[in-house]
């Protein structure tokens, strides 16, 4: 899933460097197992799942990607199973 959030340049500069600086052990409530800086931020979480976020260079906006996993069980709607 990709989501592009329009920011102003001073909005776009605040939200990297927090992220830059980010070392909390979880994020959105799922605990981080390892880091990527390369490319933006990813935070990769320990049930596999992954979220990436980076400035556009070419727009003014912040693109965050998102990947979860499914739990085992879940019926085929994962929007439903990701609101437990």
């Known amino acids: ?3 592009d959030q329009e ?3 001073s909005d776009k500069a605040r939200l990297l460097s927090a992220l830059k600086s980010y070392s909390e052990p979880k994020f ?3 605990k981080i197992a390892a880091r990527n800086d390369v490319d933006g931020t990813k935070f990769i979480f320990e049930d596999g799942g992954w979220v990436l976020m980076r400035a556009s260079g ?3 906006l912040v693109r965050i990607y998102i990947e979860v ?3 085992t069980g879940c019926p085929s ?3 439903t199973c990701w609101r437990r």
């Open 58 to 60: 070419t727009e003014p």
């Open 69 to 71: 996993t499914i739990p």
């Open 28 to 30: 959105a409530g799922k």
């Open 1 to 3: 899933m990709r989501v």
């Open 77 to 79: 709607s994962a929007r």
């Open 7 to 9: 920011l102003s340049e």
